[in-house]
């Protein structure tokens, strides 16, 4: 019996393949595994060589298919979601990695969306430190008292080093399991954007959270295409918009959002004749871009215009949920902050920058969101159109 410990494999998944693989040539097979304390556990065998491939099943699923039966793949551990199988020989059928790309995509963007913050955090910190500094050496403030660290600070530096270097393994993986699909890698999708802001035929525009605004988007977009700049692509983010100077057209766009989408939906509004420009890779804001050109009346995607006002009122919903509670919890530290001023438990109120800074922008998300809301809600009952 020998046991292997591997912290972070589900980061890894090729390259612990490889290694499995490479055990059972030592005459180490793979016995267990051990999610939590991530203990790999093997027995002694006869040396072979395995060919390993770990897999994700969907929820509630706890066999593998006929096809990869057939194909000589073997369960060797099944632990959750978790599947390890084993084969042989070089199979024609592999076990497909969608799954574990969607698992994936969804860590990433966890991670993502938490790193965004943390480098928010650092940023507004960078912002303060000068002033701190310079109010240190008026004698206004103790520096050495201003910056000591925390315990809970240190923490949270050693969680925002640790969520960045998982991010980079989880995007690495990603990249590995979309070049074994024989499919373009988010590599290459970047390289692809870079390429196009570097063609003079090109004229690209940014709208950063254009998503709180989606309605003056769209409408932004169709006068674009009415000045001859039609919309070639936008970026695999979504905030970079690529134009190529062309003729005039009249193109209808809609801003989608659904919190859940399968097959079905793309195909169906494709066969409709809208083409698919964007669709975001997250699972809370899922936003998806359509365009239709037209000539003379005006395409619309939804016959029902309750479907339209539902929608909007979807997104105000989330928005709420995200932003409602998160200000009244950085109004809560201003107040206290400012209350231990007075009170001169404390020299200075840099701390409350951060908070004031954070407050101002999430408003500013939630309002025109809620703007977002009232216009769509008013263009129905007076109008009646999407």
């Not at 438990?345 to 101002?360: G, N, P």
Request: hydrophobic share 40%; proline share 2%; charged share 25%.
């Amino acid at each position: 019996m020998k046991r292997v410990t591997k912290l972070f494999w589900s980061f890894n998944i090729i390259k612990i393949e490889t290694w499995l693989g490479e055990m059972s040539e030592e005459g180490y097979v793979l016995e267990d595994i051990n999610t939590l304390t991530r203990e790999f556990i093997f027995k002694k065998a006869t040396s072979k060589k395995l060919i390993y491939k770990i897999d994700y099943l969907e929820k509630g699923n706890k066999n593998i298919s006929n096809t990869l039966k057939y194909n000589g793949w073997n369960t060797v551990v099944n632990k959750g979601r978790w599947i390890f199988l084993c084969n042989e020989n070089q199979a024609s059928i592999n076990p497909s990695r969608e799954n574990l790309l969607r698992r994936n995509k969804n860590i990433k963007i966890m991670l993502g969306a938490f790193g965004l913050y943390c480098c928010f955090y650092l940023g507004t910190i960078s912002i303060i430190m000068p002033s701190t500094f310079l109010l240190g050496a008026l004698g206004s403030i103790d520096i050495k008292e201003s910056f000591s660290f925390s315990t809970a600070q240190i923490v949270f530096f050693l969680i925002l080093t640790m969520n960045l270097y998982l991010y980079y393994k989880i995007n690495k993986l990603n990249k590995e399991l979309l070049r074994e699909k024989d499919s373009k890698s988010e590599y290459e999708e970047i390289m692809n954007d870079f390429n196009l802001e570097n063609d003079s035929e090109v004229i690209y525009k940014t709208r950063l959270g254009w998503i709180y605004s989606p309605d003056k988007t769209m409408d932004w977009l169709e006068n674009m295409e009415l000045k001859g700049y039609n919309l070639h692509k936008i970026s695999k983010i979504g905030s970079t918009f690529y134009f190529k100077k062309g003729s005039p057209r009249k193109v209808k766009y809609i801003a989608d959002y659904k919190n859940k989408t399968d097959n079905m939906y793309y195909e169906i509004y494709k066969q409709d004749g809208w083409k698919l420009l964007y669709n975001s890779f997250g699972n809370i804001f899922k936003w998806s871009v359509w365009g239709k050109e037209y000539e003379d009346k005006i395409p619309k995607m939804y016959s029902d215009v309750e479907e339209i006002k539902k929608q909007a009122k979807n997104v105000l919903i989330i928005h709420s949920l995200l932003y409602l509670p998160l200000i009244f919890i950085e109004l809560y530290i201003i107040m206290t902050d400012i209350s231990n001023f007075i009170n001169k438990r404390i020299d200075s109120l840099s701390i409350s920058i951060l908070s004031i800074v954070l407050v101002i922008e999430f408003s500013i998300f939630y309002i025109n969101i809620f703007r977002y809301y009232l216009r769509t809600k008013k263009r129905i009952e007076e109008y009646k159109i999407p």
